[in-house]
């Protein structure tokens, strides 16, 4: 197996390239001074272009066709086997593209980002227009190059972030969803609303970030291993399994942003603290996909962090935190309003219950967009009449509307579904976890997450990149990815908050 260890040393120099970029971009979130942004691109440019010629150069390809033909008489499931079709993968992607369309892009992408931020400041649909016409033509580009199957150009797109899914797989889990969640919708909103105004007192930011390090701690995120800082964009990156960053945001009078914002990052951050330390700086130490990713994100801040188990051992440790605003406050009106549902026209303010359909808006309008059934001067009205349709209300302006994400400013078609999929695959993964240990529920309920977090250690997080994420689920529930387990998730909490039968 002389060329597959030769192959790993190489990977792992890349590895190495590609971490100290994301230690830029960490830094350049957290702490770089406004002034050194110019410098910073020069500095991401040069090094992103070095870990891309080392991976698609002639050596890697050597290495990894003498590799294959070492390991073609291994078992499919070994590590080794495993661990080249993660490789080839990549390598057959990031090769399939021409230098001159990669580059196309990421100009396209560069200034498309500058654009869509002024359009939004305005709220200016007029002026993104072009640029996102510009970047979905670049994007079908991509996609005939990456080759797909059946006519299906967004299954191109699709499976570079959720590796192995088809379109037709997400069409047919959010056609089971829609009806179910739309219903809920309309239930709710005619019922007795929440008030959550106890969340909106005076919170001192100093004692958010005491409070949200103490909870990231009680979960199980490593402080040898990582580390929580503030950034304008929460977010979770890893310079390796044993380096794992997240940040958080804060807002004095909204404690939900900072508190359920840490939840989410923490777990994203448990996942990749979490790989198999005998993988570690090997290409089996990734997520599995985005997908499988949010899940681990969504499962720690909504499914744990927003139950009322939850709160029943943590509000009394908040109240040491903020013994002003919490003093009148008990588990129950906190449950209540840390769940509060009220559709909005943001994503990232959704709820648990709404969040999914605005999801299902943008995979319908990238899919017309990019098959040319939608043109892109129709997509305001569109996006207005299908935020009426599922959650009864329109934007004041499309900043507040079709111009609200930065993805598809960054010619990111195909990533939206991922979030759904996650958030249903947390509740799938929860209900085989119960069942799995029955015990977890008691511990929970005395604030211990011991046994959860090893039962996802040992089916989700270890198993890193060994498995698709379809395999992987399937392998972990029994069955395919499916959307009832989420739907009765919200059913039975849901029903019980708002009084529904
Ligand atoms: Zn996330």
Known sequence: MENYQKLLARLAEIGHVSSSLAVLGWDQQCY??????????????????????????DETRALLEGAESEAAGLAPESDERLTLRVVRRSFDQSSKLP??????????????????????????????????????????????????????????????????????EVERVFGELRPGLVGLVQEIAAAPQIDDSVLKRDYPEENQKAFADFLVAKLGFDFSRGRQDKAV?????????????????????WLPCAIMGSIHETGHALYEQGFDAKDADTPLANAAGLGVHESQSRLWENIIGRSRNFWAVYLPEAKKHFKASLKDVDVETFYRAINKVEPSTIRVEADEVTYNLHIMLRFELEKQMLSGQLAVKDVPEAWNAKMQEYLGIQPS??????LQDVHW??????????????????AQLYDKALRDEPGIEAELSRG???????????????????????????RVCGEPAQSRSYLSYLRGKFGQLYGLN
């Open 32 to 57: 770089m001074p406004t002034g050194g942004a110019r410098e910073r691109a020069e500095q991401f440019a040069t090094l992103g272009k070095i870990a891309h010629e080392m991976f698609t150069g």
């Open 99 to 168: 230098t001159k369309l990669v580059q196309d892009l990421a100009k396209a992408e560069a200034i498309g980002h500058e654009v869509w931020v002024k359009a939004r400041e305005t709220s200016n649909f007029k002026a993104f227009a072009p640029t996102l016409e510009q970047l979905l033509d670049l994007s079908r580009q991509k996609a005939e190059h990456l080759g797909y199957e059946g006519g299906v150009l967004y299954d191109a797109l699709l499976d570079q972030f959720e590796p192995g899914m088809k379109t037709a």
């Open 233 to 253: 964009h929460p977010f979770c990156t890893s310079f390796g399994r044993d380096d794992v960053r997240i940040t958080t945001r804060y807002d004095k009078n």
């Open 397 to 402: 302006d499309d900043a507040h509307g079709c």
């Open 409 to 426: 400013s960054g010619g990111m078609f195909g990533y939206f579904p991922t979030y759904a999929l996650g958030t249903l695959l947390s």
């Open 448 to 474: 211990d997450f011991g046994s959860l977090l090893n039962w996802l250690r040992e089916n989700v997080h270890k198993p890193g990149a060994r498995y698709l994420p379809a395999e992987l689920v399937e």
